[in-house]
């Protein structure tokens, strides 16, 4: 038994779970007036409301008892403090460090993390403000129009979503692009209306290794060049951010250009470090420095609130007690706010990359389910596609529901009608509709017997399903820093209770190394001896099939 099950406080709440499971939310709620006050929590810019799980008092401070069982505080302070806690693969965790304000230093293995890091910033600002303003000339002399952000993964979801759901506060002093698939036609799509003298290329890559991003990267300066004849111009419309500075330089980023990453910044964690620069460049450096302020605010929050009013610590309690104790097996996130259309495949990496391992820390094997897979849309889009499910399948789905009380694009009436669908949903996902109500309904509306026999137990919606709901002031860069910080250290809490090196990713390398493998099979006339027969004739008739 791994020492979490051990623990009094998990023991007691498998007991809880069993328990908690045969009631109804409804009966909380009818019992107890004061619920919403006792399970919300209001920051200036945000508020979190936790009521509507299946929780009570008991529950909450059992969960608690689970934080300071686990250490949980004990653990913040060595993340914040530069500790090596990515175990696996001996690293500090120090994204906090890219948005603390401070000029006082932190030391990881002898360098000065506060000073790279007010360095980089201060490149950023000069390199951010020379594009802006036209500064920074292409190989024909023309100012830059079109920044084209390659990368994928961190170097990529971070960025985009923000860019997306900050769209508002950009002055189009240029237009920001991404290519993330290797699929040639998001990169020919893209590139198609651009005048290669006006783009700027930023490749994004910690490890300027990866092959999608290398294959995106190349056929960019293929571009180029086939337009400027000279691989000089290269200087003039490359800037690479990376770990990898050899890398970077071999593949023909001039080294004035290379802003600079670190190995204790984790890619899925990284929006706040260089790779963060086409959301400066699209929206000025002040706006960059506000969203570094609002993940700022978040930390401190986490850093200093007690464990019982603490946002960041209640989310990941309630993930591993809605999955670990009462069997979820995933999440949706669901944004009413149209800027956040990205939120839910940005949290997919950060959650489900983090803590989807199956070992400790230790590496023995977990014996307990850990993350829920995550997965979400647009609340209106999903409404009218998958909450059907939500509300009436047999698989419980705890959602997070995110909206905002103003919105960045007032059009009359539209916000209200969004906002009434974001509070009929959780309130009807909670108490639902019993049979008798369902028939008395259709009584009422002078259905025949008939019909309310056939129809009534198609009507049932038991309820019960937990949701939070996230309400944000308005999207702004700083509201945007909160919310993004809130998940990042909630994943991290979740990680220290359920014992995951949520810092790694080693999961992704199996497939990586095949797929570089199989590159070369599909380059030649050979086939690999390794494969089951199922791979192979696919591989075969791949190959078969792209002879003609
Ligand atoms: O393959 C997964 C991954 O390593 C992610 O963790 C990372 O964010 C992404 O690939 C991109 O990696 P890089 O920034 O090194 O190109």
Same mark, same amino acid.
């Given at each position: 038994?791994?020492?979490?099950?051990?623990?009094?406080?998990?023991?007691?709440?498998?007991?809880?779970?069993?328990?908690?499971?045969?009631?109804?939310?409804?009966?909380?709620?009818?019992?107890?007036?004061?619920?919403?006050?006792?399970?919300?929590?209001?920051?200036?810019?945000?508020?979190?409301?936790?009521?509507?799980?299946?929780?009570?008092?008991?529950?909450?401070?059992?969960?608690?008892?689970?934080?300071?069982?686990?250490?949980?505080?004990?653990?913040?302070?060595?993340?914040?403090?530069?500790?090596?806690?990515?175990?696996?693969?001996?690293?500090?965790?120090?994204?906090?460090?890219?948005?603390?304000?401070?000029?006082?230093?932190?030391?990881?293995?002898?360098?000065?993390?506060?000073?790279?890091?007010?360095?980089?910033?201060?490149?950023?600002?000069?390199?951010?403000?020379?594009?802006?303003?036209?500064?920074?000339?292409?190989?024909?002399?023309?100012?830059?129009?079109?920044?084209?952000?390659?990368?994928?993964?961190?170097?990529?979801?971070?960025?985009?979503?923000?860019?997306?759901?900050?769209?508002?506060?950009?002055?189009?002093?240029?237009?920001?692009?991404?290519?993330?698939?290797?699929?040639?036609?998001?990169?020919?799509?893209?590139?198609?209306?651009?005048?290669?003298?006006?783009?700027?290329?930023?490749?994004?890559?910690?490890?300027?290794?990866?092959?999608?991003?290398?294959?995106?990267?190349?056929?960019?300066?293929?571009?180029?060049?086939?337009?400027?004849?000279?691989?000089?111009?290269?200087?003039?419309?490359?800037?690479?951010?990376?770990?990898?500075?050899?890398?970077?330089?071999?593949?023909?980023?001039?080294?004035?250009?290379?802003?600079?990453?670190? %190995?204790?910044? /984790?890619?899925?964690? +990284?929006?706040?470090?260089?790779? $963060?620069?086409?959301?400066? #460049?699209?929206?000025? =450096?002040?706006?960059?420095?506000?969203?570094?302020?609002?993940?700022?605010?978040?930390?401190?929050?986490?850093?200093?609130?007690?464990?019982?009013?603490?946002?960041?610590?209640?989310?990941?309690?309630?993930?591993?007690?809605?999955?670990?104790?009462?069997?979820?097996?995933?999440?949706?996130?669901?944004?009413?706010?149209?800027?956040?259309?990205?939120?839910?495949?940005?949290?997919?990496?950060?959650?489900?990359?983090?803590?989807?391992?199956?070992?400790?820390?230790?590496?023995?094997?977990?014996?307990?389910?850990?993350?829920?897979?995550?997965?979400?849309?647009?609340?209106?889009?999903?409404?009218?596609?998958?909450?059907?499910?939500?509300?009436?399948?047999?698989?419980?789905?705890?959602? %997070?529901?995110? /909206?905002?009380?103003? +919105?960045?694009?007032?059009?009359? $009436?539209?916000?209200?009608? #969004?906002?009434?669908? =974001?509070?009929?949903?959780?309130?009807?996902?909670?108490?639902?509709?019993?049979?008798?109500?369902?028939?008395?309904?259709?009584?009422?509306?002078?259905?025949?017997?008939?019909?309310?026999?056939?129809?009534?137990?198609?009507?049932?919606?038991?309820?019960?399903?937990?949701?939070?709901?996230?309400?944000?002031?308005?999207?702004?860069?700083?509201?945007?820093?909160?919310?993004?910080?809130?998940?990042?250290?909630?994943?991290?809490?979740?990680?220290?209770?359920?014992?995951?090196?949520?810092?790694?990713?080693?999961?992704?390398?199996?497939?990586?190394?095949?797929?570089?493998?199989?590159?070369?099979?599909?380059?030649?006339?050979?086939?690999?001896?390794?494969?089951?027969?199922?791979?192979?004739?696919?591989?075969?008739?791949?190959?078969?099939?792209?002879?003609?």
């Amino acid at each position: 038994m791994s020492s979490r099950q051990a623990l009094s406080s998990w023991k007691k709440l498998q007991q809880l779970a069993v328990e908690k499971k045969s009631q109804h939310m409804n009966s909380f709620f009818a019992e107890d007036s004061e619920r919403f006050n006792k399970f919300s929590i209001e920051l200036p810019k945000l508020l979190l409301d936790y009521s509507k799980n299946l929780i009570d008092v008991e529950t909450m401070s059992t969960l608690f008892d689970l934080a300071k069982e686990t250490e949980v505080t004990q653990w913040r302070e060595k993340m914040f403090s530069g500790e090596k806690i990515n175990k696996t693969e001996n690293r500090a965790v120090l994204h906090t460090a890219l948005r603390r304000p401070n000029d006082e230093p932190l030391f990881v293995d002898g360098e000065n993390v506060t000073a790279h890091v007010q360095a980089q910033l201060a490149n950023m600002d000069i390199f951010v403000n020379k594009v802006r303003q036209g500064k920074w000339l292409g190989y024909s002399g023309k100012r830059i129009t079109d920044i084209v952000n390659i990368g994928v993964g961190g170097s990529n979801l971070g960025p985009q979503m923000v860019t997306e759901a900050l769209k508002h506060y950009s002055d189009n002093s240029v237009n920001v692009h991404y290519v993330s698939n290797v699929d040639g036609a998001q990169i020919v799509e893209i590139l198609r209306p651009l005048n290669p003298e006006k783009v700027l290329f930023i490749v994004s890559s910690k490890t300027f290794t990866t092959t999608e991003t290398m294959t995106n990267a190349k056929t960019a300066i293929n571009w180029l060049t086939s337009s400027s004849f000279d691989q000089k111009s290269v200087a003039k419309h490359f800037v690479a951010v990376t770990a990898n500075k050899e890398n970077a330089m071999s593949f023909g980023i001039v080294e004035d250009n290379i802003f600079d990453m670190w %190995d204790w910044v /984790g890619g899925r964690f +990284s929006l706040w470090s260089a790779i $963060g620069l086409p959301i400066a #460049l699209d929206l000025g =450096f002040d706006q960059f420095k506000a969203l570094l302020k609002g993940a700022h605010e978040m930390d401190q929050h986490f850093i200093n609130a007690p464990i019982e009013e603490n946002m960041p610590m209640i989310m990941a309690l309630l993930s591993v007690w809605n999955t670990t104790f009462l069997g979820a097996r995933s999440q949706a996130i669901l944004p009413y706010d149209q800027t956040l259309h990205m939120l839910s495949a940005y949290l997919q990496q950060a959650e489900m990359e983090s803590n989807g391992k199956s070992v400790t820390w230790d590496g023995d094997e977990v014996e307990y389910a850990t993350v829920p897979s995550i997965w979400g849309e647009l609340g209106i889009n999903g409404q009218h596609a998958f909450y059907q499910y939500l509300h009436q399948s047999n698989n419980v789905v705890p959602a %997070d529901f995110i /909206g905002s009380v103003e +919105s960045v694009t007032p059009v009359k $009436g539209h916000h209200e009608t #969004l906002m009434s669908n =974001f509070f009929a949903q959780t309130q009807a996902l909670m108490t639902g509709v019993n049979e008798e109500q369902v028939r008395a309904d259709l009584k009422a509306k002078g259905r025949t017997q008939k019909y309310i026999d056939t129809v009534a137990p198609h009507k049932v919606h038991k309820g019960n399903r937990p949701t939070n709901t996230i309400l944000l002031k308005r999207i702004d860069p700083t509201t945007l820093g909160n919310l993004i910080a809130l998940y990042e250290n909630k994943i991290f809490v979740q990680g220290i209770i359920l014992q995951i090196c949520s810092f790694d990713q080693w999961g992704v390398e199996l497939g990586k190394g095949l797929a570089a493998s199989i590159q070369k099979e599909l380059e030649s006339d050979v086939l690999s001896e390794n494969h089951d027969c199922s791979t192979e004739n696919l591989i075969r008739f791949y190959k078969k099939s792209s002879e003609g």
